[in-house]
């Protein structure tokens, strides 16, 4: 009767272990930063629809008014609906409202400093639209 090798392997040898823990590190090491740079880019929708929104709300307040409206809460609110950006608008010119080059005003939506999902976003942390639709940065849109 042989009995052989009384130690039988049913498991996993700490060098296999070791091998799938190194495996899962890289990719997480990929994969984290992938997914915090789409989800910063998903987040700028928040800034560019509020920016969108003022636009079409200055042209309502010149139309009512006839001038562009100079405080962000007479066209929708200091802050995008997430809360991710906080917005801002101003007139180009105060007496005949437009600019040389056709810039009647400009809405901006800068990162909020109580949020910490944009903070990282290098390059569009502040984001403007203006009444002749140029949007700055354009990359950012």
Avoid: W
């Avoid at 560019?48 to 809460?73: C, D, H, M, P, W």
């Avoid at 080059?101 to 390059?123: E, H």
């Avoid at 569009?124 to 203006?130: A, K, N, Q, R």
């Amino acid at each position: 009767m042989n009995q052989g090798n009384k130690y039988v392997n049913n498991g996993f040898s700490l060098i296999e272990l070791m091998v799938v823990v190194a495996i899962l590190g890289i990719i997480m090491g990929i994969a984290v930063p992938s997914y915090s740079k789409y989800v910063k880019s998903s987040n700028r929708t928040d800034a560019t629809i509020a920016l969108e929104s003022i636009r079409g709300f200055q042209t309502k307040f010149k139309f009512v008014n006839n001038v562009y409206a100079s405080n962000v809460s007479d066209v929708g609110g200091s802050d995008t609906e997430h809360g991710y950006y906080v917005l801002s608008v101003s007139t180009a010119k105060a007496d005949t409202g437009c600019s040389d080059d056709g810039v009647c005003f400009i809405a901006t939506a800068s990162v909020n400093p109580a949020s910490d999902s944009q903070s990282g976003d290098v390059g569009c942390t502040t984001m403007t639209i203006e009444s002749n639709g140029r949007k700055l940065p354009e990359d950012c849109f």
